[in-house]
């Protein structure tokens, strides 16, 4: 039941990202704009290819929100499915072994992606990537460092409140521990919502249509 759930998991998960990727991929020609600056092109009007607006993403930005959705996904699974299933082990031993093996399985499939999305975020953040329109380069600024406002306090949530319920939910399989810790996770996962939106206020702005 235990491994199951966590294959469950990790199926979920990749199917994710395989979903965001099939949807993408027909969206991008094989081809790059220059060698010095790798950029894809969507195109906006299918239509016409000569005319109308081109969404213009950097390889980077891409990469990144790719990377946010994924892990929205992590998040909102982990937070309406993973922790209210725990509420239905209700012997202590079950429930710790549960904790266990979901624990190590997040870590891998959650944690290091989430992790990696930090640091991207940060050096993005710090680097600035140009905007294809320059009057908004501006709203690229702020969604990235709003991005990273978000992903940091989802950090803090997590170690110093649901990090430390867990590992007692894995001692002692109490579930007044579970409960608390479902009333609490909204926290993180209010968090990563919210970088998922700056990430597609920041696509959606126009910064990066060619006209």
């Known amino acids: ?12 998960l990749l199917s994710s990202v395989i979903s965001v990727v099939l949807f993408t ?16 092109h969507i ?17 980077s930005i891409l990469s990144y929100s790719l990377l946010s959705s994924y892990c929205l996904c992590g998040g909102v699974l982990e937070h309406a499915a993973v922790f209210r299933g725990w509420q239905q082990i209700h012997d202590p031993r079950q429930l710790k072994a549960l904790q266990s093996v979901s624990g190590r399985a997040a ?7 989430k992790t990696a999305l ?6 993005l953040a710090i680097v600035n990537p140009p905007a294809i329109v320059a009057s908004h380069q501006r709203k690229v600024h702020l969604a990235l460092w709003f991005g990273l406002a978000a992903l940091c306090v989802s950090w803090i949530s997590s170690y110093l409140v649901q ?9 002692t399989g109490d579930q007044a ?34 006209y």
């Open 43 to 59: 195109k906006v009007n299918a239509i016409d290819e000569t005319m109308g607006p081109h969404l213009i993403i950097p390889t």
């Open 177 to 210: 521990l579970v409960r608390r810790l479902n009333s609490t996770t909204w926290v993180r996962t209010g968090a990563i919502v919210l970088h998922a939106c700056s990430v597609l206020w920041m696509l959606a702005s126009g910064a990066f249509l060619r």
């Open 1 to 12: 039941m235990i491994a199951r759930s966590v294959h469950d998991v990790k199926t979920f």
């Open 25 to 40: 991929s027909p969206l991008i020609p094989p081809h790059k704009t220059s060698s010095t600056n790798s950029s894809w």
């Open 118 to 123: 930090t640091v991207f975020n940060a050096y």
């Open 107 to 113: 870590l891998h499939v959650y944690v290091v992606p």
């Open 163 to 171: 990090v430390p319920l867990q590992l007692r939910i894995q001692q």
